[in-house]
């Protein structure tokens, strides 16, 4: 494995570069031996050309492809080790061998074909020059968060055609309610078709059993010029065994993630916890976190987020070493880490956008609660 820095102005996922030929892939990956790019331009083969360079301080690999067609959608993954098959974490587009043959063609047109045969799970897509969308609504000013009438849904439940081209032609209804807020139950790629969507895979791509990143974008756009908000509600305490970031570092014979997971935590911490615990006084945990609410606050428009099971967001232990016997009462006691995180995030939000909502899913002690609306948040 050959070492050299990263290019300067690169960070993690996928980085276009000028002219359109040229994509930066990154991976955040300490402790791997090697990296290698499987995709549609080499036939999903692993060679010397097209494997990875390491960082001089261990933690990173990268590489530069070039001879990319404009505008072609590349399917591709990272072969870790030798053996492991993962997508970006950053992509912001998947194609899923079992589930994208359940999209229906109309809601989702030309959709990329699954390369069959050439490798297996989850595989991530990049586009060079990949078509802009013109947003429309530039006098749009977001509502008083004082003055929220918010209607939340279910896409997948609320319209029978399950997709936003049908939820935007139904604007009218929520005016005609007097709803000044739409916030969507989670939408970025999930397991399987049919969820809830808190089973979160891949946060930085709208899963496509919904339709198309465009579709996503003209319903944002036309809730705006009605004034409406559109929040997206996030499940960033934890995420499930099809994200790359889990599998990077996985205990297959305990089936949770190893010790050295920099993202989560092997046993969850605290009570109620769904799939792997995240753990948030990691700095690789705070970086995605505000990778994923810049990402969809500036290139979808969004006006803030509900975070689910935001009572998580703790390192405090109130479960056993096992992630058993957890202690509901402890947990809901006022905890002044999880207060430091949630301020932290909340700055965070309002540097990249001022003025986003930050709506969380809390249940702790009155207290902890009062600090927090007084630093801005909802509940």
Known sequence: VSVQPLPAG???????????????????APRKNRVSLLGDFNNWTENVTDQLLRTPDGERYWIRRSGLVPGVEYAFQYLVDGVLRIGDPYCEKVLDPG??????????????????????????????????????SGSYQRPDKRSLVIYELLLRDFAQEQNWKTLKDTIGYFKRLGVNAIQLMPFNEFEGNNSWGYNPSFYFAPD??????TRLKEFIDACHREGIAVIMDIALNHSFGQSPLVQLYFDAANNRPSADNPWFNPVARHAFNVGYDMNHESAATRSFFKRVVEHWLKEFKLDGFRFDLSKGFTQVQTCDAGGNNCNVNAWGNYDPSR????????DSLQRIDPGSYVILEHFADNSEEKELSDYGMMF
Do not use: F
């Open 10 to 28: 690169v960070r993690d996922g996928i980085n276009y570069e000028s002219g359109d030929t040229s994509v930066v892939l990154v991976l955040y």
């Open 99 to 136: 589930n994208d043959p359940g999209i229906s063609p109309a809601t989702y047109p030309s959709l990329k074909s699954y390369p069959t045969g050439k490798t297996s799970g989850i595989v991530s897509v990049l586009q060079t020059k990949k078509p802009a969308y013109t947003w429309t």
């Open 208 to 213: 496509k059993y919904y339709g198309t990143e």
């Open 339 to 346: 207060v430091a995180i949630w301020k932290r995030y909340y």
